[in-house]
């Protein structure tokens, strides 16, 4: 994912701005993935008949943009950030800041503000704004923006511990050591038992437990497809494309480590909720796929038919993350989600 660079076709753009009038949850207040899966299809290579279709197939669970308090001020946003009816009014705002300001001015400012709950809704919120950077569309980053507003959702303050460790696998294994965490997330939505598990006092100062050095955003990274990998979790998919959206949007961060602090007790959070299961060399769930790789080609045309918006988006992030790192992991959680068979050998 390059931000800034808007890319795709004409449907592509008049697709994006037709979402624009609705809500950013769906008719069940889950997050909208219209915008992300169809940034997604188009990377991917899907045509234009393609991405009609998904439209229209998916705005069945869309809703208008409900009213709200306006929101005027940078003081008024602040308040205003976690509050559900956040989303109209905080889109008005940014869209009034982005015309006057500029879109890097804006998004730096406000990110500042909203790293430290950048796992509410599942990471839908970050997500949706890192999709939008790379549209290069003031309306779409002010949307995008709006959504971390709304579900903004922090998990505890830092500079209560110290830091253990600089592997993220290591300090998740840590964590993961708590049994009296693992019963602290027994229900509810993603974010809501990740919010659980940041109530339990015994998650205080965890997210001073990973030493941030330069290379730390890379392995948490690969953390998170490790433990994707491993567990073929719903949850921790959300960890992977949530991570490959932190990496988006940090050039807008001006405190990195605060952010690699941030994205590791989100991830740990996550963790939590599935179990904390031991950590294990993820190649063996995925060994058919490391061991015969299929391409990339294979995998992006199977992604592309899929109806399933995770699918879609798991196998962009997976593609977009390997052209940088170049992990075979990726590319066989890819082809796993995707249902692409390892190659004959």
Do not use: C, N
């Not at 170049?326 to 190659?343: D, M």
């Amino acid at each position: 994912m390059g931000q800034g660079d808007p890319g795709g076709s004409q449907v592509l753009a008049e697709l994006l701005d037709d979402e624009l009038a609705y809500d950013a949850t769906t008719g069940t207040r889950l997050s909208s993935h219209l915008p992300m899966a169809l940034v997604a299809l188009d990377r991917l290579g899907a045509g234009d008949e393609r991405l009609s279709g998904f439209a229209r197939d998916y705005a069945r669970r869309l809703v208008p943009v409900p009213g709200g308090e306006p929101i005027e001020t940078f003081d008024a946003w602040r308040a205003a950030r976690g509050r559900l009816d956040a989303y109209g009014p905080a889109r008005s705002y940014f869209e009034a800041r982005l015309a006057s300001d500029g879109l890097a001015v804006v998004v730096r400012r406000h990110l500042a503000h909203l790293v430290d709950g950048l796992s509410g809704a599942a990471f839908h919120g970050v997500i949706r704004l890192a999709y939008a950077l790379e549209s290069a569309s003031d309306a779409r980053v002010a949307a995008g923006l709006a959504y971390l507003t709304q579900v903004h959702q922090p998990l505890g303050e830092r500079g209560l511990a110290a830091a253990v460790t600089d592997d993220p696998g290591a300090a998740l294994g840590r964590v993961g050591a708590l049994d009296e965490l693992r019963l602290a997330s027994a229900s509810g939505t993603i974010g809501q038992r990740m919010r659980a598990v940041a109530d339990h006092e015994g998650f205080r100062g965890v997210v001073d437990w990973l030493e941030i050095r330069e290379d730390t955003p890379a392995r948490l990274v690969d953390a998170a497809t490790a433990l994707y990998a491993q567990t073929d979790d719903f949850t921790a998919l959300h960890g992977l494309t949530g991570s490959h959206a932190i990496l988006v949007v940090a050039p807008f961060v001006e405190d990195r480590a605060a952010l690699s602090a941030w994205w590791f007790q989100a991830l740990a959070a996550a963790y939590v909720t599935i179990g904390a299961p031991r950590l294990e060399d993820p190649a063996a769930a995925v060994g058919p796929w490391l061991a015969a790789p299929v391409a990339w080609e294979e995998i992006a045309a199977s992604a592309t038919t899929s109806d399933d918006e995770h699918v879609i988006k798991l196998v962009y992030t997976a593609r977009s993350l390997d052209a940088t790192a170049s992990t075979p992991l990726l590319r066989a959680v890819a082809a796993r989600q995707a249902g692409v068979e390892p190659a004959a050998t």
